[in-house]
């Protein structure tokens, strides 16, 4: 006998029940469980979504700024991080699988305007809010449940699927999938419930730390003093380099140029800012017309002044270029173009947009998203130790697992059932 569902809470499905047993539990209906339950549930299989929010997708509807940079132009490897001993390697077939045409082509269908931005990155023009609800549409349009307002707190691996704890009752299902996020930004669901239930199935995780978050500065710095200044800078920390745009906050530094900084970064080390990426201060010093001008003058016609006032020297801000010492201008090129800043920490899990960590992409098929260690389970989304950069990557990563677990969950469905019966 298949084990049964017992006092399950109600569900949020015009009023209709799960099945006893479902074909696939999802445990997290975010951008990943979403993704897959839509995907499985169109193949014909009965899928159960369960959801401790009180609606699907809280942190998809809060992305990109409420308008979701749901994917980007040109997506691959390169822009994802993971520890394990493949590194980012592992991702290459599941973005393979599901490509930014890919989702373009759904966001076309499910006639959701978007616009281009900077790098590639693609936005929604209306509330990504609309993007949920596609989603959710197309999951119920194919008889996909989704329990909202229901916390799982424990999973069991049983001899013919799974159990599922949750604070209403238990549910059970052939196949399991978990796509339970990162604890990274708790106001919109983030938790720590995934590595949790993963690691009672036996997997390893690796350390989560919050990324794509502001970077807090010492109480200190000077450039403490720029709250409000944002411009476009060259980062680079030790091989990464990148240029984007940096803003100054009361905390420290903050805009997607410091957001990326915080994925590469770790305690004591320093980051080298160049608030001019496009100019070389040297020449632009050594220029006949120069010789005349302060160099606080020659450089607030390129930077906001108070920038300039902070970074260059007192004693060498209102000399005239032509006066200064080869050591001078040395400092003068460093402060502008080589300034190395050390963090004292990022924001903090409140204010990250991703955590890296997660479980250890060794034990997962990086194809099918499969677990090597649990027969019918798989991991998805944020959960895993994939982090991509900024600009549409995390969304992506989301979809793209989603997809290759949903396609493998319909595959194997469809092998069993043309399998010849052994009784
Ligand atoms: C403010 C913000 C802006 C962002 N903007 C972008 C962007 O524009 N582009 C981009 O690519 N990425 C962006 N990201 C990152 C991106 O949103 C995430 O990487 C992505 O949503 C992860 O999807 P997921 O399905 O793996 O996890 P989630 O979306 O976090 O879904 C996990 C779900 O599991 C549920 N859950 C957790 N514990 C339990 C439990 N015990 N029982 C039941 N359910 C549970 C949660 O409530 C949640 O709904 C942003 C993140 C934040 C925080």
């Keep these: 006998m298949p084990p049964k569902r017992r006092n399950a ?34 193949k014909g299989l009965s899928v159960v979504l369960l959801e401790r929010g009180p609606v699907p997708g809280r942190k998809l509807a809060v992305s990109g700024g409420g308008k979701a940079n749901f994917t980007n132009r040109a997506v691959s490897p390169k822009d994802y991080h993971c520890d394990g001993s493949r590194g980012n390697a592992f991702c290459a077939p599941a973005l393979k699988g599901f490509t930014p045409e890919h989702m373009l082509r759904l966001v076309q269908e499910w006639n959701l305007p978007f616009e281009e931005r900077t790098h590639g990155q693609l936005f929604l023009t209306v509330s990504a809010q609309r993007l949920v609800r596609a989603l959710t549409d197309d999951c119920r349009k194919h008889g996909c449940v989704i329990a909202c307002g229901t916390t799982v707190t424990a999973v069991e691996a049983l001899a013919d699927g799974f159990s599922v704890q949750t604070e209403g009752g238990s549910w059970h299902g052939k196949a399991l999938v978990l796509a339970l996020g990162s604890p990274a930004w708790p106001q919109a669901g983030g938790g720590g419930a995934g590595y949790r239930l993963a690691e009672e199935l036996g997997h390893n995780i690796i350390a989560p730390r919050a990324v794509l978050a502001p970077l807090r500065l010492n109480s ?27 803003l100054f906050t009361h905390e420290g530094l903050s805009g997607p140029a410091a957001l990326k900084a915080s994925l590469y970064w770790a305690e004591g080390a320093a980051i080298t800012l160049n608030f001019l990426p496009e100019q070389d201060v040297a020449a632009l010093m050594d220029a006949p017309q120069a010789g005349k001008q302060t160099p606080r003058a020659l450089l607030a016609r390129l930077l906001p002044q108070r920038l300039v006032d902070t970074l260059l020297p007192e004693e060498t801000a209102r000399r005239k270029v032509a006066e200064l010492s080869r ?15 050390t963090p004292q920490a990022t924001a903090g899990l409140k204010k990250a947009e991703a955590c890296s960590g997660g479980v250890n992409t060794d034990e997962v098929d990086p194809k099918t998203m499969r677990s090597l260690l649990q027969n019918n389970l798989f991991v998805v989304g944020e959960l895993l130790d994939v982090t991509g950069l900024l600009g549409g990557y995390n969304l992506h990563w989301a979809w793209a697992s989603g997809m290759a677990a949903a396609r493998e969950l319909a595959r194997s469905a469809t092998a069993r059932a043309a399998a010849p019966a052994t009784d």
């Excluded at 050591?327 to 800043?341: G, K, L, N, S």
């Design 220 to 246: 200190d710095s000077p450039l403490l003093d720029l709250t409000g200044i944002s411009l476009p800078v060259g980062v680079t920390l030790g091989q990464h380099c990148w240029e984007d745009d940096l």
């Design 9 to 42: 809470q109600p569900v949020q499905n015009g009023g209709q029940r799960g099945p006893d047993v479902a074909d696939v539990l999802i445990l997290g209906a975010g951008a990943a469980g979403l993704m897959c339950a839509r995907e499985a549930a169109s």
């Design 327 to 341: 050591a001078a201008r040395v400092a003068i090129v460093e402060a502008v173009q080589r300034h190395a800043v």
